[in-house]
């Protein structure tokens, strides 16, 4: 298993943009399937972004497509999340997720705030 930590959340307004990255420890990421996913306020868990193990290929829910951008640096471990043109819907706990041969890793969660 992989510890991930997650940085950058904040509050910011409508229209503005945030940056989150997920850090992760323990182990090399080379492998793993990468991504995010967020609840909101009284809402269940669900799919933002992931990115595949070699980095070639990325999937977006349709809600943040053209707005949201997953990279990742595999020397670093580092997941780069950029949240451009944000909306008051954005607005929830992100979580950065990661999987390998089926087993689940996920992060605490940081929190964004977008107000209108």
């Known amino acids: 298993q992989v510890d991930l930590v997650e940085s950058g959340g904040g509050l910011v307004q409508t229209g503005g943009s945030l940056r989150l990255s997920c850090s992760g420890s323990?182990?090399?990421?080379?492998?793993?399937?990468w991504g995010w996913f967020r609840q909101a306020p009284g809402k269940e868990r669900e799919f933002v972004t992931r990115i595949t193990s070699s980095g070639i290929t990325t999937s977006y829910a349709d809600f943040v497509k053209g707005r949201f951008t997953l990279s990742r640096d595999n020397e670093k471990n580092i997941l780069t999340l950029q949240m451009n043109r944000l909306e008051p819907e954005d607005t929830a706990v992100y979580y950065c997720?990661?999987?390998?041969?089926?087993?689940?890793?996920w992060g605490k969660g940081t929190l964004v705030t977008v107000s209108p």
């Open positions: 323990g182990r090399s990421l080379n492998n793993y399937h």
């Open positions: 997720w990661a999987n390998w041969a089926g087993l689940d890793s």
